[in-house]
C-alpha cells in the first residue's frame, strides 16, 4: 500500500492515457486521439488513434472513451485538482465509429479541449475489476 496522498497519480500514470496532452510550452497535442476539430461552438470531435494495445492485451477504441465518460460522470468531483476541470453539466458523448468520438457540449465551452487533458482512459479491466476502488467500495470520492 503506497500511504501517499498522491497515489491517485501513480494508478493514473500507469494505467491510462489522455486523448490530448500539453507539450512543455503548454500547447495541447494528440496522445490518443490523433486529431480533434470542432464541428460547431458545442461539438468536439476526435479521431482516436488505432493499434493502441493496453497491457492486458485489449485495444484501445471508441468503447474505452464511452466506459471511462460514463464511470468518471457519475463522480461530484472526478478530478482531484478541482471541478473546473469537469465537462459542463449536461455533455454527451457519441461514438461516431470504432475510432470516432464526438463530445457535444449543451453550452460552449473555450476550455473544453484542454480539459481532455485531465480526461484518462483506462481499459474494461481496470474499470471492471477495480475501478478507483468503487468495485470495491461503491464509491471513488476520496478513495485513491
Known amino acids: 500500500m503506497d500511504p501517499s496522498p498522491l497515489n491517485w497519480l501513480y494508478i493514473l500514470f ?24 470542432w464541428l460547431d461552438d458545442t461539438t468536439l470531435e476526435l479521431q482516436l488513434r488505432k493499434g493502441v494495445v493496453y497491457h492486458d492485451g485489449e485495444f484501445f477504441n471508441a468503447e474505452n472513451v464511452s466506459q471511462n ?7 461530484i468531483a472526478p478530478h482531484p485538482p478541482g471541478t473546473w476541470l469537469n465537462l459542463p453539466d449536461g455533455t454527451g458523448l457519441e461514438v461516431v465509429d470504432a475510432f470516432t468520438v464526438r ?7 473555450g476550455l473544453a479541449l484542454g480539459k481532455l487533458r485531465a480526461h484518462h482512459y483506462a481499459n474494461h ?13 461503491g464509491t471513488a470520492e476520496g478513495h485513491w
Open 14 to 37: 500507469n494505467t491510462m492515457e489522455e486523448a490530448v496532452r500539453a507539450d512543455h510550452l503548454g500547447r495541447i497535442v494528440s496522445s490518443l486521439a490523433t486529431d480533434y476539430k
Open 69 to 75: 465518460y460514463d464511470e468518471v460522470k457519475q463522480w
Open 103 to 109: 463530445y457535444n457540449l449543451p453550452k460552449t465551452d
Open 125 to 137: 479491466l481496470f474499470w471492471n475489476e477495480l475501478g478507483f476502488g468503487y468495485a470495491k467500495l
